[in-house]
């Protein structure tokens, strides 16, 4: 079946520090992967998406590129910011339908 | 703006005890899921409706019902409550048009726990 691997937490940072989460993943076909991220205390949120091979999904800062050779989807950041702590959660998509599958998810602290 | 709309936030139960989960989402979505979230585990998927009227099970779906009440609400029943249980339990819409794009919207979580 499909699954999701993210790297081993919790990442403390400091503030303005460059940020790297890696997610590999295994899947039947071609699926479209996700960054989601949680803030305390609230539901998760899409944070970017990428749909093919070498598509770059961005937002906030935040990129990751879907690399169909390694089946990775890392996710980084050039300077975290305090407001960055968070959980981040690396998930698929099945090419049949809408449900996701998601990895056991990074918490990240970042420092002022 | 509402949004997804979880209660309760919090619940206590002692074994062999049952509660609902219930979930409304004013986004007029087709799809509902409800997942659980626990430590180390992230988010493993309970049951989903994919349209009113339909259910299906997920991941985890033992000791636990679900009823897709109408096109607003999924609400998640527990009938004889575990340990194992416990856990952070989000509800979850999406729109069938948004297919593929893998656009959850989530509730703010409810923690149950279960002594």
Known sequence: ?112 | NAGVTQTPKFQVLKTGQSMTLQCAQDMNHNSMYWYRQDPGMGLRLIYYSASEGTTDKGEVPNGYNVSRLNKREFSLRLESAAPSQTSVYFCASSDLRYMNTGELFFGEGSRLTVL
């Open chain 1, 1 to 112: 079946g499909n699954s999701v691997t993210q790297m081993e937490g919790p990442v403390t940072l400091s503030e303005e520090a460059f940020l790297t989460i890696n997610c590999t993943y295994t899947a039947t076909g071609y699926p479209s992967l996700f960054w989601y991220v949680q803030y305390p205390g609230e539901g998760l949120q899409l944070l970017l998406k990428a749909t093919k091979a070498d598509d770059k999904g961005s937002n906030k800062g935040f990129e990751a590129t879907y690399r169909k050779e390694t089946t990775s989807f890392h996710l980084e950041k050039g300077s975290v910011q305090v407001s960055d702590s968070a959980v981040y959660f690396c998930a698929l998509e099945e090419t049949s339908g809408s449900r996701l599958t998601f990895g056991e998810g990074t918490q990240l602290t970042v420092n002022p």
